[in-house]
């Protein structure tokens, strides 16, 4: 089957062949205008700017006046940056035009491909976002690929962290704007938590190219940007009820250790309320009003504090912290707190400082973050195994560019060994020798404590070398620049600095730039420059007569895309090169198959210590079982996706009515809608429609209304009249609401009332919204246990995740309502100043929702690292003043490795 369907492809081409081939027609039109469009002055060139965008105006589309745009850009990077795009980069700079992801080999120069797209979408003025994976790089493409678009009169904005929202705000508002995909997602976020329309950064989602699309779109979608907060500092209240609690006694409460709950009975309610008035916690209305609920959650919180929990046995208190007790294995489980302020609780019952509380304020996953976009494209050296997912996940077709030189790497087959001691050994006695001729070599390892092994290694056979490790993006770039250099060793993690070309011989530009940093005198820059020059040539021959970069990898990755990218890294632009991978059976991939088998057959084959197996058959196992674990990721992120959808669709939902009610100059109607739908629920509950007389509760009802419409009407006479139904009493209750709220109106003036009623719905709207999201988790994380009672927890989760939706709608009605009812203006000087609230201090996350891990923090400090007390200075000599540290982070006391291999070593 497989050799019809290889004939079918050499008579018809494949469906890349095809697209190719169709790209290949218009290049010849771009070409065809190069000579006229290089005759036209710099004015001229800036000019069809201009004209473009009035031939938009007019009812052209972007795909007419492609090809003169494109010509337009090459001419201009031709005098910016002494760079003409290549036929193939005009294809790629297509394939992006169209909304596909364009896969080019790593050194065919994808940074100016998106010029090309960039540009053409920019003209209609909605905006693009040029997304990259660092700050670095950000700013990098911003100022290099910039000098094009500025030259023909774009503006070009670029987002990095610390940036305050005005100067965000005009960097969006540029035609092109460069930028992470976290500071994007987080800035979605923090617009979704504004009060004002004007005080949003961004203006829409119309175009964007990815760049490392692989990087952003798959290895890191399943991971959601969270934006927390501190809940405000309650340490007082906390305390204060804490006092109140042993004051109540034994028949104020039902405990029940079984069900591990307890509550307040009818007379504990009335001890309980006493006390806490004459505390002075409880200063007005009753302890079950609405504006008081929060005083109830605390007084349950510090109850199952005090009666449920018992010291050393749920907790112990540890150099004045509360520590859970895991109560299955009775282990002390540092870093966990008990959540919705219950571990403040037992804080203050044991009188230990009490940490502040922190809520999830919005969330989003990259995948429905980038689907938002109009038009979505993407660029990188490796995608095409992971087409299938970019097509179901992201409706993107991945478009296979050419090279604009033959490639003349050599891939040769793997080489395995019994034991990694063996692999080592190989490896360095290659290294040595390519280091002996002066054959560039860079070591591509799976993780920072492998790279920190091979490099002991190579430091006791005194090899020269620089280890990297993806933790300074900048440093990183201008280190992997120069890896092409005869001789030099560079071992990198995956990521470590990637966007950045490896040449051979080294990086010009880059080596000027540190070169003649200081240089102030045009005649001896110049001089510099040309020695500069001639020695990269020199020893970019070099190089090439020691066979090119080689490229070592220390062992296979679960993702055949990874290895891909690594080999990638040699042979840029036709050069020579070389790539090998070293394995051995006690690498984690290699364990997929069945280690002891494997080696019982290598040790009968006669493989004796320190020999290798090389063999095709090898690689080809291996792929099958690197495929089966990309297949099993991707069911994890499809899976993860389907969950999100459902949150997706109510954000959306919730996002999109709070930009109408910020848009809207009046929302009186929409707080009457809710007022009335308010009576409508009251009324039906206490005097339902088909029920007789007696049978309402018109008590419970005269209640009710005093409650949440602050109005003491005589529901209950009314109850007593001839023939009464219950439509008369809604609509009296109606009119009755209708005229308090008018007078209510005219008191504090039209205009400010319309102010309070905007500020109060969409605050109570954020309030309801929150605490969902917290629903929302608690659900995510107990319908997974209902797929042992054979129901989907997929449809589980739907349902009731529904059903909280409209519980959410329903709260907020009623406390929109009762807020604007029982609120008193006594003058108008009274009323609040409703202005753009300061959004709360925040906190940036990007959390595995597999493995519970934050890959992000908010500011510079290391990836992972969360500071207790920002006013000590971190003392690498002292823990004390580290704080709390993930287990991922970097050790603070600046070992290099990880904090749970050095001082978090359990």
């Known amino acids: 089957m497989a050799s019809f369907g290889a004939l079918a492809k050499r008579l018809f081409g494949s469906a890349n062949d095809r697209k ?73 700079g297509m394939v992006l035009h169209d909304g596909n992801i364009a896969e080019m080999k790593t050194g065919e120069g994808k940074t100016l491909v998106s010029t090309l797209a960039a540009y053409l979408n920019a003209l209609p003025g909605k905006g693009v976002h040029v997304v990259t994976v660092n700050d670095y790089l950000a700013k990098r493409d911003a100022e290099w690929m910039g000098q094009v678009h500025r030259f023909l009169g774009l503006e070009v ?77 309650k340490s007082d209240l906390y305390l204060s009820i ?102 403040q609780a037992l804080e203050a019952k044991e009188r230990v400082t009490i940490q502040p509380e922190n809520q999830t304020l919005a969330s989003i996953t990259f995948q429905n973050y980038f689907r938002m976009y109009d038009k ?86 005194k090899i020269k070398h620089k280890v990297l490790n993806a933790r300074s993006h900048e440093q990183e770039a ?36 540190d070169e003649t940093a200081d240089i102030e005198d045009e005649e001896a820059r110049a001089r510099k420059i040309a020695e500069v020059k001639a020695d990269i040539e020199a020893k970019k021959q070099q190089a090439l007569a020691a066979g090119g970069l080689y490229v070592i990898g220390t062992e296979r990755h679960e993702s055949r895309r990874i290895d891909n990218q690594l080999r990638g890294r040699s042979g840029r632009q036709g050069d020579p090169g070389r790539s090998k991978f070293y394995l051995s059976l006690e690498d984690d991939l290699m364990r997929i198959f069945g280690t002891d088998r494997m080696d019982g057959m ?101 209640e009710e209304v005093k409650k949440t419409l602050d109005l003491d009407l005589p529901v209950v006479e009314w109850g007593q009249e001839e023939g009464i139904a219950d439509e008369e009493i809604r609509e009296r209750i109606q009119s009755a609401s209708d005229r308090y709220m008018a007078a209510k109106a005219a008191q504090v003036g039209p205009e400010l009332m319309r102010q309070v009623e905007k500020a109060v719905l969409l605050q109570t709207l954020d309030h309801h919204w929150r605490d969902h999201l917290l629903m929302l988790d608690h659900l ?29 709608l329903s709260r907020l009605r009623e406390d929109v309502t009762r807020q604007l009812s029982v609120a008193q203006f006594v003058t108008r000087e009274q009323a609040p100043k409703i202005e753009d609230e300061p959004l709360p201090e925040m906190h940036a996350h990007h959390v595995d929702p597999v493995t519970g891990e934050d890959e992000l923090t908010d500011t510079g400090r290391p990836q992972g690292t969360v500071r207790n007390d920002p006013g000590v200075a971190v003392d690498p000599n002292d823990p004390r003043t580290w704080g709390k540290i993930s287990r991922n982070a970097p050790c603070p006391c600046g070992s290099g490795k990880k904090f749970k291999h050095c001082h978090g070593a359990i």
């Open 478 to 513: 201008h280190i992997v620049a120069q890896a092409g250099v005869p001789g030099s060793v560079t071992i990198a993690t995956n990521m470590a600095g990637r966007g950045t070309d490896i040449q051979l011989g080294g990086n010009l530009e880059m080596r000027i730039a």
């Open 20 to 92: 190719i081939k169709a790209y290949k027609a218009r290049v010849a039109a771009i070409n065809a205008l190069e000579p006229e469009v290089a005759a036209l002055s710099d004015e001229a060139l800036k000019a069809k700017t201009f004209e473009f965008r009035a031939r938009l105006a007019d009812g052209a589309t972007l795909d007419e006046i492609l090809p003169e745009a494109f010509a337009t850009v090459r001419e201009a990077a031709k005098r910016t940056l002494g760079q003409r795009h290549y036929d193939v980069q005009l294809i790629g």
């Open 242 to 343: 804490d006092e109140v609690i042993p004051l109540i006694s034994e028949e104020d409460y039902e405990l029940d250790e079984k069900q591990r709950t307890v509550n307040l009975t009818e007379d504990g309610n009335e001890r309980i309320e006493q006390v806490l008035r004459e505390h002075g916690i409880l200063t007005e209305g009753n302890l079950y009003d609405i504006e008081n609920i929060s005083i109830v959650h605390h007084v349950n919180n510090a109850l199952r504090a005090h009666k449920l929990f018992q010291k050393d046995k749920d907790y112990i208190v540890k150099a004045g912290k509360v520590v859970i007790i895991d109560e299955f294995t009775g282990r002390m489980m540092e870093g966990r707190r008990f959540s919705d302020g219950l571990h």
């Open 157 to 233: 904005g670029v987002i990095l962290h610390g940036l305050n929202d005005d100067q965000r705000r005009q960097a969006y508002a540029a035609d092109i704007t460069y930028a992470t995909n976290n500071e994007l997602g987080f800035d979605y976020l923090r617009d979704n938590m504004k009060y004002q329309l004007t005080s949003m950064v961004q203006r829409g989602h119309g175009f964007a190219i990815v760049d490392e699309v692989d990087s952003i779109l798959i290895d890191e979608a399943r991971t959601p940007l969270i934006i927390s907060g501190p809940l405000d500092d």
């Open 780 to 808: 995510r994380q107990a319908v997974g246990l209902r797929g042992y009672a054979q129901r989907d927890p997929l449809n589980e989760y739907k349902s009731e995740a529904f059903e909280l939706f409209e519980s959410l």
């Open 602 to 702: 290598l040790q009968k084959l006669g493989l004796k210590e320190g020999e290798a197996i090389v063999h095709p058959w090898i690689n080809r196992a291996l792929e099958k079982a690197q495929q089966k674990v990309e297949a099993r990721n991707y069911d994890i992120r499809k899976n993860l996706l389907k969950f999100d959808n459902v949150m997706n669709d109510q954000r959306r939902a919730i996002f999109e009515q709070r930009i109408e009610l910020m848009r809207a100059e009046d929302v009186s109607d929409t707080v009457t809608d809710m007022r009335r739908q308010v009576i409508d629920d009251m009324v039906a509950e206490h005097v339902p429609a088909k029920a007789y007389a007696e049978q309402w509760d018109l008590v419970g009802l005269q």
């Open 376 to 461: 979505l494209s993407g660029m990188t050296g490796t995608a095409m195994t992971e087409e299938t997912e970019f097509a179901d996940i992201y409706g993107l077709q991945v478009v296979e560019v050419p090279t604009n030189k033959p490639v003349a790497r050599i891939d040769e087959d793997d080489e395995v060994y019994r034991t990694t001691k063996d692999k080592y050994q190989a490896m360095i006695a290659e290294i040595e020798e390519c280091a002996a001729r002066g054959q560039p070599v860079l070591v591509g390892t799976t993780s920072i404590e492998k790279s920190e092994t091979l490099s002991e290694l190579l430091k006791k056979k």
